[in-house]
């Protein structure tokens, strides 16, 4: 196989893995891919390009809708969700005058498979954290009021936590993979980058770093989730009779 069908075959692949979505008909489970599988994708789309496909290529954009203005828990696995996809993004707030039918929403920025795969790995890791803290929440019957809104809080950002920091340690992996299987392959990590950063002075966005809201953590309660941010699914479609692993 030519090198130019190998990257179409990546392409069709990832294409048909972004549009596996619970909104396009499959089970929750059917749409729990994420990370490693996008990881291999990524590692293979990577073997098959070549230096001038990579300077060919057109950076995008695609928005990912929040469904509101305010902050969530998941934001805090953002960044390592756009470093792991090769991207960039940011938080686009509604103008003054947009009103409620454009919420906020993020925008990653990258090579149009980098950024197809970003959004979806967004959407599988927010309704892991969705399943996984309804599951709490059954469980402690007895919280309410601020005890309650403070460990599911805490709940939350103990999984961000830990799926950042898997996805951090998975990029790494890649990269190095890369570079190993393939001679060039570390100076053209280096060329796609620079040609996403190219593209990117070239637009009139200007990112700026923000602080963290600060929160009462619950430490139990974050601790949990950390333990639950493990659980979820990173590696593959769960066959069914898979255990331990969230669905």
Not at 236 to 245: E, I, K, L, T
């Amino acid at each position: 196989m030519s090198q130019a069908d190998e990257l179409l075959r990546v392409k069709t692949r990832i294409k048909a893995l972004t549009e596996k979505t619970v909104a396009n008909g499959c089970t929750e489970a059917e749409a729990m891919s994420a990370a490693e599988m996008v990881g291999r994708l990524l590692e293979r789309y990577a073997l098959s390009m070549d230096e001038i496909e990579v300077r060919q290529s057109r950076c995008v954009q695609k928005e990912v809708p929040i469904g509101g203005n305010r902050r969530r828990p998941i934001d805090g696995c953002v960044p390592a969700i756009a470093r792991f996809c090769d991207t960039k993004v940011w938080l686009a707030r509604c103008a003054q005058g947009e009103g409620e039918a454009r919420s906020a929403r993020y925008v990653f920025f990258g090579f149009e498979t980098d950024t197809a795969l970003a959004t979806y790995l967004f959407s599988v890791i927010d309704r892991a954290m969705a399943t996984e803290l309804f599951r709490f929440r059954l469980a402690r019957p007895q919280l309410r009021a601020t005890k309650l809104r403070l460990a599911l809080a805490s709940f939350q950002h103990g999984i961000a936590a830990r799926v950042a920091a898997r996805l951090t340690t998975m990029h790494a992996e890649r990269e190095a993979s890369v570079g190993a299987q393939r001679a060039t392959g570390t100076a053209l990590i280096v060329v796609k980058h620079r040609v996403v950063e190219d593209a990117f002075a070239q637009t009139d966005i200007r990112l700026v770093s923000t602080r963290s809201a600060g929160i009462r953590r619950v430490s139990g309660a974050f601790k949990e989730g950390w333990a639950a941010g493990g659980r979820v699914n990173l590696t593959r479609p769960v066959p069914g009779s898979a255990q331990g692993v969230l669905a």
